[in-house]
């Protein structure tokens, strides 16, 4: 049985981008009956950048409810918050001290912002050692990631290797599964969607706030009557990757017919998105409006994640006398 194991940033509602490119498959490997899946809210990573605590509470139930909206097995898997296991801050301290200053300053979640240092807080700095702790803390064996996350996972690989080396064998050194052929879903402008440019599709949303932001996509002047370029455009960009080949094939005919308007085009987007996605926006409302069960769920996954950490951090003392 192999352990997988992933974070997720609480910093903002998870959008359509995060759903199809991290969250389905996620989902999707922990189901696999080889597979053990430890996935959790990254909530101290957030901290760095999100100082609202209501915001962070929020974003926090909102990216719980989304997983499970999703239909992930919390019985099968463990799912848990970050923040409600403190013994990963132990294990941090203690790696923080075998972790050479210099791998931290070349880190580029660093290196980016190191040209206005007076924004970059200490926990920043070490943003690579906690995200470290988080995997080692409970020995994954694989940890799917997105690109951007590559160099961190090499950082990991060799703080636990240092350790093991310097102390003896104590920490799994984990791999990284990254899929190159993960899609970048457009936002409403046609950029990668993300909720650090505004152009964010939640799903989630009441029907007309949903309605609404899909008739904010960008798209060009052409008029109603003239052929339209399919592939040159963001709506159907959008509704390529969520419908079925034949839905995908008939709209493409009416582009390039003409007489069909971006409006209408907009319109069979949203109905896709409501009729795809029904199931999971009332799964999403309902945990949503029963912050008790939600509370409940994630609960029994800090229990769960608490057993296998301590265990690590019982070894990691006695290697180090303490
Ligand atoms: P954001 O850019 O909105 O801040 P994150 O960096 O928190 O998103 O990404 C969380 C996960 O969602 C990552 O695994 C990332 O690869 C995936 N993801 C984010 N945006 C997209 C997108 N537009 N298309 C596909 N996957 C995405
Ligand atoms: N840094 C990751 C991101 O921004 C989130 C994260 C925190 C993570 N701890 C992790 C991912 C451990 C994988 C494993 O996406």
């Not at 990631?145 to 961190?152: E, F, I, L, S, T």
């Not at 457009?186 to 950029?191: A, F, W």
């Not at 008939?250 to 199931?279: C, D, H, P, T, W």
Request: charged share 25%; net charge positive.
């Amino acid at each position: 049985m192999a352990r997988i194991l992933t974070g997720i940033q609480s910093s903002g509602r998870p959008h359509l981008g995060n759903i199809l490119g991290a969250i389905l498959p996620a989902i999707a490997l922990s189901k696999d009956a080889d597979n053990e899946a430890f996935f959790f809210i990254a909530d101290l990573h957030s901290l760095t950048t999100i100082k609202d605590p209501k915001q962070l509470c929020e974003n926090t139930k909102a990216t719980a409810a989304a997983w499970l909206a999703f239909g992930l097995d919390t019985q099968k898997n463990t799912f848990y918050r970050q923040s409600k296991i403190p013994e990963v801050c132990e294990l941090t301290w203690y790696l923080n001290c075998i972790t050479p200053f210099p791998m931290l300053a070349n880190a580029h979640s660093f290196k980016d912002k190191s040209d206005k240092l007076a924004d970059v807080n200490a926990g920043l700095f070490i943003y690579p050692v906690l995200m470290t702790s988080d995997i080692i803390g409970y020995n994954a064996d694989f940890v799917p990631v997105g690109k951007d996350q590559k160099q961190h996972l090499e950082m990991t690989r060799d703080i636990a290797s240092s350790f093991n080396r310097m102390y003896g064998e104590t920490f799994v050194v984990p791999k990284p599964i990254i899929d190159e052929r993960v899609m970048t879903i457009p936002g409403t402008d046609g950029q990668k969607m993300s909720k650090s440019y505004g152009n964010t599709i939640d799903i989630f949303l009441p029907d007309k706030k949903l309605r609404k932001v899909i008739m904010s996509i960008v798209t060009d002047s052409t008029p109603i009557e003239a052929p339209k370029n399919p592939d040159n455009d963001n709506v159907f960009a959008l509704y390529k990757v969520l419908a079925s080949n034949t839905k995908v094939s008939e709209m493409r005919a009416r582009y390039v017919e003409g007489n069909y308007g971006y409006g209408e085009a907009k319109q069979a987007l949203f109905e896709l998105i409501l009729s795809r996605f029904q199931n999971e926006r009332e799964a999403f409302k309902y945990y949503i409006s029963n912050p008790v069960e939600l509370e409940k769920r994630l609960q029994e996954g800090e229990a769960k994640a608490r057993i296998v950490i301590r265990e690590v951090l019982s070894r990691v003392r006695k290697k180090l006398r303490y």
